[in-house]
């Protein structure tokens, strides 16, 4: 393993064991969209707030493997703070990332390069997508 997939593995591990913005909360201004894997068993709901265009918060909640909690937390972090266009633009970018598609290096996703490695396992990509999945849906529903 090199010491860049070793980092990333760190990165990941840290964020299953110490998720950020874990939690839902009762607010009727947040979306929330749930999404299951049953390949592996992970099933995890986000929710988000969107005020004026920009994402002000984003919880999720789920239980799953490594890569799938992780990736929420993740998630998580790199959409808080952005507009609702850059947020999608990033998600279609991660979704070529971990499918080992050309995607947007210059992009700035955050945290969110630990994932480039799952394009080399094909079951695991469906893990490291669906946290993103059920926030595309919520954004495209807050839009509605
Ligand atoms: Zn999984």
């Known amino acids: 393993m090199s010491n860049l997939e070793n980092l990333y593995r760190q990165v990941i591990m840290d964020h299953y064991k110490n998720p950020r913005n874990k939690g839902l909360v009762e607010n009727e201004e947040y979306v929330k969209f749930r999404v299951k894997n049953p390949s592996c068993g ?14 002000e918060d984003v919880r999720h909640i789920g239980s799953g ?5 992780s990736s929420a937390s993740v998630m998580s972090e790199t959409l808080i703070g952005k507009t ?5 633009k990033i998600i279609e970018n991660y979704y ?3 499918k080992g598609n050309d995607y947007d290096k210059k992009l700035d996703i955050g945290d969110a390069v630990v994932y480039s490695g799952v394009s080399k396992f094909p079951a695991r990509v469906k893990c490291a997508s669906i946290a993103w999945q059920a926030m595309e849906e919520c954004l495209k529903d807050g839009k509605n």
């Open 42 to 55: 992970d099933d995890i709901t986000i929710q988000t707030k969107v005020v004026n265009g920009l994402v």
């Open 96 to 98: 070529n990332m971990v």
């Open 65 to 69: 493997c490594s890569i799938c909690c």
């Open 84 to 88: 609702t266009t850059e947020s999608l």
